[in-house]
């Protein structure tokens, strides 16, 4: 018998030829929160970041938003993860907006990785598993199985 659920969410739009805006959400019974970044596609770098906590377990929650403030001026890039991991103010901040933080850059990776290896190809998937994988290797080098390069 399931007894909580919680739904995080993610959604890229273009804003322009060099930007696109990121939004990643939760729900759940005790949080309704959402981090959004602006990123120009260019050099990957936020420009812009803010967070939205619409309901929260605790009123002293409210307190963290400020943290995703932090993320302006990143460049999204391999290691991204590790280095922001303490700017969102570790027991003073929230991990809520940390994971969703790291679902909003991951996805706008993606979204950038898509540009670059040919939209149309990305979104569609023309070539086979294989030419893909050789194709976008360069980007996803040892993310994952897929793109697992031997040494």
């Known amino acids: 018998m399931e007894i909580y659920e919680r739904n995080i969410n993610a959604a890229v739009s273009r804003e322009g030829k060099d930007l696109i805006r990121t939004k990643a959400s939760l ?11 602006l990123v120009r596609v260019s050099d990957r770098t936020i420009i812009d970041a803010r ?9 002293i929650c409210d307190q963290t938003a400020h943290f995703v403030e932090n993320l302006i001026g990143l460049k999204i890039e391999r290691g991204i993860t590790r280095r922001i991991a303490g700017l969102f103010g570790r027991s003073e901040g929230c991990t809520h907006l940390f994971e969703l933080a790291v679902e909003a850059i991951r996805l706008s990776s993606n979204v950038i990785l898509g540009f670059e290896t040919g939209d149309v190809e990305w979104r569609e998937r023309k070539l086979s598993d294989e030419e893909f994988i050789e194709k976008a290797k360069g980007f996803l080098a040892n993310s994952c199985l897929p793109f697992k390069v031997d040494s």
Do not use: Q
């Not at 729900?27 to 970044?37: A, F, G, K, Q």
């Not at 967070?51 to 009123?59: H, L, V």
């Open 27 to 37: 729900l759940d019974l005790n949080h309704n929160m959402r981090v959004e970044i």
């Open 51 to 59: 967070a939205e906590m619409t309901k929260t377990p605790f009123k």
